[in-house]
């Protein structure tokens, strides 16, 4: 009866360590998956998959894509633009890209 109960307990404890394997493994596969989802995303449009080109605007640098004319800021660059100009620096911004006529 006790050699019984010890196996179901060793069957037991061995189905636990297995199912902790499996979930540390899953784990670790997710997490080398992200990681070479970010290597191969890295310095790439999340739009349109080109690869962006850095830029300086109004001596803040800037990441655009040539692909969809999308562009990126950092998290402290649209306060430094706005602070340098919190009135038109939008406008002139799309102004500028159509070309300077007016
Ligand atoms: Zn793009």
Redesign the pocket.
């Known amino acids: 009866m006790t050699n019984a109960w010890d196996e179901r307990k060793k069957a037991l404890e061995n189905e636990f360590f297995h199912r902790l394997e499996q979930e540390k493994i899953e784990k670790m596969k997710e997490e080398a998956r992200e990681q070479s989802i970010r290597q191969v995303c890295l310095g790439r ?1 999340p ?2 998959g ?1 690869a962006i080109v850095p830029m300086i605007f109004r001596g803040v640098p800037l990441d655009k ?1 040539p ?2 004319g ?1 562009v990126w800021l950092g998290p402290k660059d649209i306060q430094i633009l706005a602070e340098k100009d919190h009135r038109t620096w939008f406008d002139k911004w799309f102004r500028g890209e159509e070309g300077e006529g007016e």
């Open positions: 449009c739009k349109c080109e894509c692909g969809c999308g």
